[in-house]
């Protein structure tokens, strides 16, 4: 099966860190670009960052710039994300998302997500 | 950094209707437009790319057209299943950018 399962979300204090990770199975994860993309509550969807499929290139939003780092692990078929000095506004569901394959960056697979919540 | 902004941002509709839901973003991004429908607690699912091509799957009543700035998502014949928050999505250039969604609720 197709599928991608996000884990490490949770609750954490304004200025704290958290690492979510992505599992992918059923596909050849090393051949896709991969992406972050959260939901606040109620709110609409925040593109966060991608990574190319060798790791070479990372892009990110704004809003998170010198804040998230993301990674993936090829041999592990692993999409990571590392949040550092999480603000209230962090507070979202993150899903893991794969591109369509052929380099253009929307989304053909998606994850369940994974809530972060930031509060003290 | 390109601003997608639809409209309208939600409204009211019967099974049957037709409904059309708009996309417009601040500068030309050509074709790379997306569309998604996402239901409550669930992942958004691809519906449309590239503007007007239907992803595999989802059913003729979906269409998109447009290019550059101006893009329109319709629902020919809308079914119960379609009450949704609809998104549209540039890829033309980074950082990537949603629309606010246009959420489609039972008249």
């Known amino acids: 099966e197709v599928k991608l399962v996000e884990s490490g979300g949770g609750l954490v204090q304004p200025g704290g860190s958290l690492r979510l990770s992505c599992a992918a199975a059923?596909?050849?994860?090393?051949?896709?670009?991969m992406s972050w993309v959260r939901q606040a509550p109620g709110k609409g969807l925040e593109w966060v960052a991608n990574?190319?499929?060798?790791?070479?290139?990372?892009y990110y939003g704004d809003s998170v710039k010198g804040r998230f780092t993301i990674s993936r692990d090829n041999a592990r078929n692993s999409l990571y994300l590392q949040m550092n000095s999480l603000r209230a506004d962090d507070t979202a569901v993150y899903y893991c998302?794969?591109?369509?394959?052929?380099?253009?960056?929307?989304?053909?697979?998606w994850g369940q997500g994974t809530l972060v919540t930031v509060s003290p | 950094a390109i601003r997608m902004t639809q409209s309208p941002s939600s409204f009211s509709a019967s099974t049957g209707d037709r409904v059309t839901i708009t996309c417009r973003a601040s500068?030309?991004?050509?074709?790379?437009l997306a569309w998604y429908q996402q239901k409550p607690g669930k992942a958004p699912k691809l519906l449309i790319y590239?503007?007007?091509t239907l992803q595999s799957g989802v059913p003729s009543r979906f269409s998109g057209s447009g290019s550059g700035t101006d893009f329109t998502l319709t629902i020919s014949y809308l079914q119960s299943e379609d009450f949704a928050t609809y998104y549209c999505?540039?890829?033309?250039?980074?950082?990537?950018?949603f629309g606010g969604g246009t959420k489609v609720e039972i008249k």
């Open positions: 998302a794969r591109d369509s394959g052929g380099d253009l960056e929307y989304f053909h697979l």
């Open positions: 059923g596909f050849s994860f090393s051949s896709y670009w």
């Open positions: 990574i190319m499929q060798d790791g070479r290139e990372k």
């Open positions: 500068q030309g991004v050509r074709t790379n």
């Open positions: 590239g503007a007007s």
């Open positions: 999505q540039q890829y033309y250039i980074y950082p990537l950018a």
